[in-house]
């Protein structure tokens, strides 16, 4: 997705309508920052955040001490948002021109490769080994870190995979795919398991369930769907917030899912929504979305990652 | 030393053989006439699908569709052209879907305004009538978006750009940006007076490739 979200400083805000502080977003650590960074995401394990600023740098920081690591992977164009994964060893990125590095915690470059095609999404499956890619015109395709190669590439009937994750066990691909399908793949060798049916529009994201049971996915309808990991099956909607939703995070610890809603002209932050999937109502979080550049999960439940000032970054707990 | 049927052509207007009417080049002369032969031709360059791709848009009735109704805003726009495969055949009958923003740079995403499904006839050719797309923060360059599907073809997904779009400062090839990702895509319009209004219109070939 072309598209250039998360640079939400710089524009007008749109507001709080609709908020509701049942929740509390408490911070839990400060983060001091270096460059623009417009994009952040959680590590897996919880222990690390990793961001990409507008000089194509990546900023990687241990959420305990605060120390913070930059570095350049030499990529040769801007990254999307969403095209970085990192765990406890590996950072993943990817350029719009199709660029992709595996780097070390370090900062080392251990694999380098070019898909000739912009990339929009990546994400680490939880023991490392595998890498998941998505890009702008193609289905997912899924990765060996170590050999730094694809293993293989999923179909769709016309589409390019937006959000694409790996489910705890290793052993299953989710895709959130441009032609309205959810899908599911055998991680192993890529045979497809299922196509469930979608909404009249694109899905962006997917997010696993901790016990591996349950998919969350949300789009360009602007709710969240509960499927079943096994079949596809909805088994529940959240209402509507009436903006597409971006990205999607479950919680390790309850039945709340994550949001980032954005403005369906500008494709900017327009809100941070939250779903107790036991209730029907998606709720928008009393947080400035102007302010957000990311979502998570660590072992105790969900994190936001905001700028609270150029030189500054926020990781809040949202409980 | 073969020569190809290209170079042959080019040689025939170098040395007089074929004369050309003012204006016109020999290496557009030439490509005008390969196509009109059905050869090859390059495949229509891909591009994002999304976002706000949605299905179920109701069929219009045959090759034709109109997106704009009467009293909308913007310029009226007539978008005409044929589909091919790279071999220079003609695609009968391939089922097309476009949509695009209004003139307000805004998608329909709960309706289907602006969105039609067409099937192109047996002679491959299709048209439809809409408004110039708006622009909209997110993206820098009016864009229709296409989607074709053809038995024994590609899916083809890509969009059309606007050589007129003040975006490339009336220079595409000089102005192109990340936002659009082939000059190939970029098409000249043409404006002309209707009987109350101006009005643009553009074509559009769209070549699919072969399974």
Not at chain 2, 33 to 39: F, H, I, K, M, Y
Not at chain 2, 129 to 142: D, L, N, T, W
Not at chain 2, 155 to 174: C, E, H, N, W
Request: proline share 5%; with cysteine.
């Amino acid at each position: 997705m072309r598209i250039v979200v998360f640079s939400a400083l710089l524009l007008l805000s749109l507001g709080f309508a609709n908020t509701v502080p049942a929740q509390t977003v408490r911070s839990m650590t400060k983060l001091d920052t270096t460059g623009e960074v417009y994009f952040a995401t959680i590590c897996n394990g919880g222990e690390n955040a990793a961001g990409v600023d507008r000089e194509k740098a990546i900023h990687l920081w241990n959420l305990a001490t605060g120390q913070q690591k930059l570095f350049k992977a030499d990529l040769d164009t801007q990254i999307d948002p969403g095209a970085l994964a990192c765990d406890r060893k590996t950072i993943a990125v990817g350029s719009i021109h199709g660029a992709v590095a595996l780097l070390d915690l370090e900062g080392k470059v251990r694999k380098r490769t070019e898909l000739k095609e912009e990339i929009t999404g990546m994400a680490l499956s939880p023991d490392g080994r595998k890498l998941t890619i998505s890009t702008a015109n193609s289905p997912v395709q899924l990765w060996d870190v170590a050999s730094g190669s694809r293993e293989w590439q999923g179909s769709t009937t016309f589409a390019n995979t937006y959000g694409a994750r790996i489910s705890p066990d290793g052993k299953s691909v989710f895709a959130a795919d441009g032609d309205t399908y959810v899908r599911a793949y055998s991680a192993t060798d890529g045979k497809l398991v299922y196509a469930a049916e979608g909404d009249l529009l694109e899905p962006f994201d997917v997010s696993v369930s901790a016990d591996g049971r349950t998919i969350a996915v949300a789009g360009a309808e602007g709710r969240v769907e509960l499927r079943e990991s096994a079949s596809g099956k909805i088994l529940k909607k959240s209402s509507s917030c009436g903006n597409p939703i971006f990205l999607v995070t479950m919680s390790p610890t309850s039945p709340t899912v994550l949001a980032l809603i954005l403005d369906e002209m500008t494709l900017h932050p327009a809100g941070i929504g939250y779903w107790n999937t036991n209730t029907t109502e998606l709720k928008q979080l009393a947080v400035d979305p102007k302010t957000v550049i990311g979502m998570g999960s660590d072992a105790k439940g969900l994190l936001l990652v905001r700028q609270e000032s150029p030189a500054t970054l926020s990781v809040d707990r949202v409980e | 030393m073969e020569f190809s049927r290209r170079d042959l052509l080019l040689s025939s207007v170098a040395i007089g053989v074929i004369k050309l009417s003012p204006g016109m080049t020999a290496a557009s002369a030439v490509e005008s006439w390969l196509r009109a032969e059905g050869d090859a031709r390059p495949a229509t360059p891909i591009d994002q699908l999304g976002p706000f791709y949605r299905k179920g848009t109701p069929k219009s009735e045959g090759h034709s569709a109109m997106l704009r109704a009467a009293g909308d805003p913007g310029l009226p726009l007539a978008v005409s052209g044929s589909v091919y495969n790279t071999r220079g055949a003609v695609v009968p009958e391939a089922k097309i879907e476009v949509w695009q923003t209004n003139h307000h740079g805004k998608y329909d995403i709960t309706g289907y305004r602006y969105r039609a499904l067409l099937l192109a006839s047996t002679k491959g050719e299709y048209d439809f009538q809409s408004v110039m797309p708006g622009h909209y923060p997110a993206r820098k360059c009016q864009h229709i978006h296409f989607l074709v599907q053809a038995d024994g073809h590609k899916p083809l997904v890509t969009q059309m750009y606007f050589a007129s779009d003040p975006i490339f400062k009336g220079d595409p090839r000089k102005n192109m940006n990340d936002d659009c990702p082939s000059i190939e895509l970029v098409r000249p319009i043409l404006l002309s007076d209707q009987a109350t209004t101006m009005a643009a219109s553009a074509t559009f070939e769209l070549v699919m490739e072969p399974l």
